[in-house]
């Protein structure tokens, strides 16, 4: 039997439950919007806006015009505002605060959404064991990310008017870490179709870790506003490989001192990443695959043209932004194939009140077993349907 791999469902997972799985939902979609709103705020160059960090005080905006003052003078004080955004005026300023505040906000929120909900169910029993810690370092992982974004914004406080690339790259990680870590969790409430071969789940495997890699690339490329440095496609200002980029010595010193180096690195390393993908749909679709493939396709086919969009456009807000949400999809959606396509891993456990249920006596008995597969796609399940675990929304 293959062993369970990075997507097997917790070891103690709870029953399945209406709220309890509109809950994960809620998390992995919370997730998505934080990274869509630090997207924003990086892009509009408001990461730097804020130089205090409360955690508990700082979820209220200044009240009154002199708290407005002491805030705008403060900033002018930092290096951003002296050596760069001296030009602004309060209102100026006001627009720029209002995406750092909003997701600084929004991860105060995800928070909450994480301790409250998690305290209740346990109360209740509903929530325990291994699935109760788990749901506990997804809200440490989101602790250790919050606290990785104000590193982040500090070193951006002190003489230069930037941020350092790599506690970007480091934040942005966590951020992904966390959804996956999430999306476990929502899915260790479904029943696991158990589409495709070996092949399938190991190579989705490789490519979610591909896209966490590229991923980190792309910050690295934001945070020393690479992309600006060649606004060409496919070549590199009429060079491939152009001869800045490999400049330094060793070689490797070009992926995280060179910008030049790192913006060719993160183009280069798309076509890989969209060769597997390909790949990857290829094998499913011959294995008889419909939706995961297509599903696949698209995404890759969206990020790469956003990408390319976004250096042909000279990083444009809301087409970089998009680049950077679709990053997310794509990664859900790998790890949502991987998860789908181990062929030998055991359903989910499910504790004693589900097992005893007289539908899942149903469902363990020799009769009600399903049947073989077919070798065609039955993931997702049609409109309409749910799974024996997953109650059908009424």
Not at 243 to 259: K, Q, V
Not at 337 to 366: H, K, L, M, Q, V
Request: proline share 8%.
């Amino acid at each position: 039997m293959v062993r369970p791999g990075l997507w097997h469902c917790p070891a103690v997972a709870a029953p399945a439950d209406r709220a309890l799985s509109r809950w994960f939902v809620a998390l992995w979609v919370g997730v998505g919007c934080m990274l869509l709103i630090g997207g924003i705020t990086r892009l509009t160059g408001s990461g730097l806006s804020i130089t205090e960090w409360k955690p508990v005080t700082g979820a209220l905006p200044p009240l009154g015009a002199a708290a407005w003052a002491d805030e705008f003078a403060r900033y002018l004080d930092s290096p951003q505002g002296r050596l760069v955004n001296d030009w602004m005026a309060l209102a100026d300023f006001k627009r720029i605060y209002f995406w750092e505040w909003l997701h600084r906000l929004a991860g105060r929120g995800l928070g909450l959404l994480v301790a409250i909900p998690w305290a209740w169910f346990v109360l209740r029993r509903k929530v325990r064991g291994r699935l109760a810690l788990a749901v506990l370092g997804v809200f440490l992982l989101g602790a250790a990310q919050g606290l990785m974004g104000w590193l982040m914004v500090a070193s951006g406080l002190v003489d230069r008017p930037q941020v350092s690339h790599l506690r970007l790259a480091a934040h942005l990680s966590l951020a992904l870490l966390l959804s996956l870590a999430v999306l476990r969790l929502v899915l260790s409430q479904r029943d696991r179709p158990a589409l495709g071969s070996r092949l399938l789940h190991r190579l989705g495997g490789v490519l979610v870790l591909a896209v966490l890699l590229q991923a980190a690339l792309g910050a690295f490329v934001a945070g020393t506003h690479a992309g600006l440095i060649y606004p060409t496609w496919p070549g590199f200002g009429g060079a491939w490989p152009p001869p800045e980029a490999l400049s330094l010595r060793p070689l490797w010193e070009n992926l995280f001192l060179n910008p030049a180096g790192m913006h060719f690195a993160h183009r280069t390393t798309a076509w890989a990443v969209a060769s597997g993908v390909l790949l990857w749909s290829v094998l499913a679709w011959r294995e008889g695959q419909r939706r995961l493939p297509v599903l696949l396709g698209v995404l890759i086919a969206a990020q790469i043209g956003l990408g390319i969009a976004t250096v042909l456009l000279r990083v444009p807000v809301g087409v970089a932004a998009a680049h950077q949400f679709c990053a997310w999809l794509l990664l859900s959606a790998l790890a949502t194939a991987t998860w789908a396509t181990n062929p030998g891993a055991p359903p989910c456990p499910t504790d004693s009140r589900r097992s005893s249920s007289p539908s899942a006596s149903r469902a363990s008995s020799p009769s009600a077993s399903p049947p073989a597969h077919s070798g065609k796609s039955a993931w997702p399940p049609p409109a309409g349907t749910s799974s024996p675990s997953t109650p059908a929304t009424s």
